[in-house]
């Protein structure tokens, strides 16, 4: 069954640093979302790209905070000058095979865990 | 005002019993989504079961059904013959689909333990 594959599955990086988050969504799918999990709380939100750009993103994806989709198969999430509050598990997900795509679900990654030192 | 709310901060249930998760959602938007998906303690998320809100049949994947009460907005989870690998967090999420977004909105979750 096809999966949406995340790398790497856990990244350390100091504080103030660049860090790339890399995602390879499902090959048929045309939505794809970034959502994060900081330790022990929900997930949450954070932006979603249709056709090359954002759809929406939330109050969480400031300027620090980039997507882009550099080729027809990876979808990545910069985040540009790491903080400590930073540090979570971050999802990719992928679904939408079509313009509408509500009964059809998002399927996630297995995550990569940011820890922000 | 919380969109979703899982109510059971934690659940415990004998292997091969049935146990309902409880979910309740809060929404104007006459179509809407609503998905569960289960994360191990190995962190991925896994989707296991959708209902869409005009949807007249509850949503069933084998051992998962969706007990769907629209006026009562909530969309349980029934997982049934527990199985020891049934041990991990559940969520609850929500799509809104007016406006075209897709973005999902999770409850706080419940951590369910299977007993042998």
């Known amino acids: 069954e096809p999966e949406v594959t995340q790398t790497p599955s856990h990244q350390v990086t100091q504080m103030g640093q660049e860090v790339i988050l890399r995602c390879v969504p499902i090959?048929?799918?045309?939505?794809f979302y970034w959502y994060r999990q900081i330790l022990g709380q929900k997930v949450e939100f954070l932006v979603s790209?249709?056709?090359?750009?954002?759809?929406?993103k939330s109050e969480i994806f400031d300027d620090q905070f980039s997507v882009e989709r550099p080729d027809g198969s990876n979808f990545t999430l910069k985040i540009r000058s790491t903080k400590l509050e930073d540090s979570a598990m971050y999802f990719c997900?992928?679904?939408?095979?079509?313009?509408?795509?509500?009964?059809?679900?998002?399927?996630f990654g297995d995550g990569t865990r940011l820890s922000i030192l | 005002a919380q969109k979703i709310t899982q109510t059971q901060p934690g659940m415990f249930v004998q292997e091969k019993e049935a146990v309902t998760l409880d979910c309740t959602y809060d929404t104007s938007d006459p179509s809407y989504g609503l998905f569960w998906y289960k994360q191990p303690s190995s962190g991925e998320m896994i989707f296991l079961i959708y209902?869409?809100?005009?949807?007249?049949q509850n949503a069933t994947e084998g051992r998962y059904s969706l007990n769907f009460q629209k006026a009562r907005k909530s969309a349980n989870l029934v997982i049934s013959a527990s199985q020891l690998g049934d041990s991990a967090m559940y969520f609850c999420a929500m799509r809104e689909v007016s406006g075209g977004y897709n973005k999902l909105i999770f409850g706080a979750g419940t951590r369910l333990a299977v007993h042998p």
């Open positions: 090959s048929n799918h045309l939505y």
């Open positions: 997900a992928s679904s939408g095979t079509g313009l509408v795509s509500g009964d059809q679900p998002q399927h």
């Open positions: 790209f249709y056709n090359n750009e954002i759809s929406e």
């Open positions: 209902q869409g809100s005009y949807d007249q």
